[in-house]
Nanobody, 116 residues
Framework: QVRLVESGGALVQTGGSLRLSCAAS????????IGWYRQAPGKQRELVATVSSGGSTSHADSVKGRFTIARDNAKNTAYLQMNSLRSEDTAVYYC??????????WGQGTQVTVSS
């Protein structure tokens, strides 16, 4: 199985930056599409960004221009660079892997809190 472990969440001030990391347990990572999701209390889970095995990226409208997803297949790691953070970005952020047509693998989540 693919194990995913997120890290990098923290308490930051409005306007600050964080970089989240998603480390995978196996080299199969290189063929997977990786997505970052987030979920805040009272809100449904939101897909934030994706990066394909070939490096193509997509970002939700709510984070375009502020967040950037990337991957380093040699390190079996994906990243989410978050800049210009706002209070509405506060959520638990999850890394997930798309293998085929379903999001089959999930990390444990990492908390991002942005002070208002």
């Amino acid at each position: 199985q693919v194990r995913l472990v997120e890290s990098g969440g923290a308490l930051v001030q409005t306007g600050g930056s964080l970089r989240l990391s998603c480390a995978a347990s196996t080299s199969i990572f290189r063929i997977l599409t990786i997505g970052w999701y987030r979920q805040a209390p009272g809100k449904q889970r939101e897909l934030v960004a994706t990066v394909s095995s070939g490096g193509s990226t997509s970002h939700a409208d709510s984070v375009k221009g502020r967040f950037t997803i990337a991957r380093d297949n040699a390190k079996n790691t994906a990243y989410l660079q978050m800049n210009s953070l706002r209070s509405e970005d506060t959520a638990v952020y999850y890394c997930s892997a798309l293998f085929g047509s379903t999001w089959d693998y999930w990390g444990q989540g990492t908390q991002v809190t942005v002070s208002s």
